[in-house]
């Protein structure tokens, strides 16, 4: 169960991409006005079907991606290309580009390029940080600890280390005061960082030893075999993916979000801003965010709307919330009661989807609130309120992902256990709900407009459906289908990419060794919410 779901940890970088709706997808793919095609081969394989190929046009911001077919063929659009000279690069595990020469590419015909890949001189530079673990020997406890390391840096970086057992632990305590944001070139500290417990240090020490068992410390290369994962096929390359460069080459973006005019915000990571892109221009705003607490790690997590279209933000370590006015472009906060003193204050979440009905939005973060914005009173949520007799101990319960309903009820994702916990927006009494899988560990979620939660189970390798009208769970997938709403209501869909962050400085991007995962959609397709299906690939993947 850890390796599917180590294989779904999603690195963000400092490009977007974005996930056309299959229907354009294939639409496209279909259409006999080619701007750039050819044939993908080597020597090893003849020809290859599921190799990406990526191609940026001179003094451009915008890479587009397509996958070859199975008869090694890939082809780009001309509505996707516009006139010019193009580099080109791909990916394919083992491979690497035989003659990078770039393309011309012109309004009246079709430019034809055949491309060569020979074997990867340095596999070991290609692999994901899934595909690492899956080579590295030992048990699913020892890879545990991996989880609190990709969030910074990849594991490839650990991998050709040569640091001793002795020599991993005081790096092991220092890591651990950095807070998420940080990256090799920027690390960031938290306040009043303690040394670790006992049992802490006991934890690291072992974790240091399986370290030392795995990385070049003792050996000049590697001594278990590389693994790799297979190239998409079928279905899985009729995608195109669209990657937009921000202007700031340190940028982390977190959380993206279209608003009703097909404008993309997004919330920055690792630094004090929010951003703004223009799919059709590819032009990017910025908006410098108010610092709340200086000293403290910087960056926001979540980025919702408000029905008026406003942006907000849980903006982490600044122990606050950010809301955007579109109209008069200019930030209002509010900040966590005590979060001055508390060195620890952190709100990564924030819902005010339905603020309208009652002045008040939910928060999340070391603990959960509900805010009413005008008075500023905060209500720090007490699990045990109402607490069924029957139901699990209220300290175990905590919700990581904060979603509403249409009646303003709070829906929390109980990430440290199993549980959807219902809030009553009325009498704030508690009502939790197992989820089908035990320890799935539900992350992230949004409710639809038929009011159900959609949710992705991070060790479950689920993605789960909740019908909080009929309190009723479901699970999607197998077949590669869910519910046709999903695509009507939401259109165009945005997923990240694994990938690895260290080919140039700051938070570059690396996706081009993602793998993409795509739902199909089918109209036919018509469940009982008591109906479980399996959607194959790590739901972790679609939104941490």
């Known amino acids: 169960m850890l390796k599917k779901a180590l294989l779904s940890i999603a690195m963000v970088t400092a490009a977007i991409t974005l996930l056309f709706a299959a229907s354009e997808v294939i639409e496209a793919a279909s259409s006999p006005a ?13 020809r290859m ?27 780009f659009p001309s509505s996707k290309l516009e006139p010019g000279r193009y ?30 890949l020979r074997k990867a001189q340095d596999l070991a530079a290609q692999l994901s940080n899934g595909e690492w673990l899956l080579s590295m020997p030992g048990t699913d406890e020892q890879k545990q600890g991996f989880l609190g390391c990709v969030g910074c840096h990849t594991v490839e970086r650990i991998a050709r280390s040569r640091y001793s057992a002795e020599e991993f632990v005081p790096l092991l305590k220092r890591m651990r005061n950095y807070a998420q944001g940080s990256t090799p ?17 006991q934890q690291m020490t072992k974790f240091a030893q399986y370290l030392s068992t795995i990385n070049l410390s003792k050996v000049a290369k590697w001594e278990y075999p590389l693994k790799t994962l297979p190239r998409p096929k079928g279905n899985g390359t009729q995608v195109i993916i669209t990657e937009y460069d921000l202007p700031r080459p ?27 892109l223009d799919p059709k221009t590819a032009k990017v705003e910025e908006y410098a965010v108010p610092v709340a607490k200086p000293g403290a790690p910087v960056g926001a997590l979540d980025l919702r709307f408000d029905p008026e279209g406003n942006v907000w933000l849980g903006m982490m370590y600044q122990g606050s919330i950010a809301k955007f006015d579109r109209k008069t472009e200019k ?103 197992p989820t ?78 993602g793998r993409v995962h795509r739902i199909l959609t089918a109209a036919d397709d018509q469940y ?14 679609l939104d941490r």
Not at 55 to 70: G, H, I, L, M
Not at 449 to 458: S, T, V
């Open 34 to 46: 080619a701007a750039l095609t050819g044939q993908v081969s080597s020597q090893e394989e003849g």
């Open 49 to 75: 079907e599921g190799v990406l190929v990526s191609a940026k046009r001179e003094d451009s911001t915008v890479t587009t991606t397509v996958v070859s077919d199975a008869q090694g063929r890939y082809s």
């Open 87 to 116: 580099s080109l690069r791909i990916r394919a595990v083992g491979y690497e580009l035989e003659n990078s020469q770039p393309a011309e590419v012109t309004a009246e015909k079709t430019t034809e390029l055949d491309l060569k």
């Open 185 to 201: 070139l920027r690390p960031q500290v938290r306040p009043g960082a303690r040394e670790p417990s006992q049992n802490q240090l």
């Open 250 to 276: 340190v940028a982390m973006p977190h959380d993206a979000a279209i608003d009703a005019g097909g404008m993309i915000w997004y919330s920055d990571f690792g630094s004090q801003y929010l951003g703004k």
């Open 331 to 433: 930030f209002q906060t509010w900040s966590a009661p005590k979060f001055m003193e508390n060195d620890e204050a952190r709100l990564a979440m924030v819902d005010p989807a339905h603020i309208n009905l009652d002045g008040k939005v939910w928060i999340g973060g070391d603990d959960e609130f509900r805010l009413d914005v005008k008075s500023g009173e905060w209500y720090r949520i007490d699990y045990s309120r109402g607490l069924p007799k029957n139901g699990p101990p209220a300290d175990r319960l905590g919700s990581y992902g904060v979603i509403s309903d249409s009646k303003n009820n709070f829906y929390g994702t109980n990430f440290g256990g199993q549980y959807i916990i219902r809030i009553d927006a009325k009498t704030l009494n508690v009502t939790p709900f």
């Open 436 to 513: 089908p899988t035990p320890n799935s560990a539900p992350r992230r979620g949004h409710m639809d407009p038929q009011d159900r939660l959609w949710f992705a189970e991070y060790r479950g390798n689920m993605i789960g459906m909740f019908d909080t009208k009929i309190r009723a769970h479901a699970r999607v997938g197998g077949s590669h289908r869910v519910d046709e709403s999903l695509r009507r209501d939401f259109g165009q869909g945005w997923l990240r990419l694994d990938g690895r962050h260290e080919q140039r400085p700051g938070r570059a991007p690396e996706h081009q060794d």
């Open 528 to 541: 009982s919410p008591r109906q479980h299906r399996q959607l194959s690939g790590p739901a972790g993947a």
